[in-house]
């Protein structure tokens, strides 16, 4: 079992920064991708971003792609999600994620995600 917490949610304008973080309970490196997903108000839940065990490959939704950066500290059980030039469109409760790869990759449909965090709320202002 994996606990999952994440934090740095906030308020910002237009075009501003974040740094997601989400802390497990245990050690996932090597054995559990790591993704970070959002749901905006009143849409579903959507992939944003992922990373390998070891961190060495990354995957991104298209809509973030170039703004955000996924990254993960093993020794310290935590991934991040950086997130810049923020727009209101990324305006979401973001959640963490972990689970375990199919063996054909880290795209949202090769990873079957088995632990949750709670959620952070970012909410971008225009």
């Known amino acids: 079992q994996v606990q999952l917490e994440e934090s740095g949610g906030s308020q910002v304008q237009t075009g501003g920064s974040l740094r997601l973080s989400c802390v497990a309970s245990r050690r996932t490196s090597g054995a559990y991708v790591m993704g970070w997903f959002r749901q905006p108000p009143g849409k579903e839940r959507e992939f944003v971003a992922s990373i390998s065990g070891l961190g060495v490959r990354t995957y991104y939704a298209d809509s973030v792609k170039g703004r955000f950066i996924i990254s993960r500290n093993n020794p310290e059980n935590t991934a991040y999600l950086q997130m810049n030039s923020l727009s209101p469109e990324d305006t979401a409760v973001y959640y963490c994620?972990?689970?375990?790869?199919?063996?054909?990759?880290?795209?949202?449909?090769?990873?079957?995600?088995?632990?949750w965090g709670q959620g952070t709320q970012v909410t971008v202002s225009s």
């Open positions: 994620a972990a689970g375990q790869s199919d063996g054909r990759g880290i795209a949202p449909a090769s990873v079957k995600y088995e632990y």
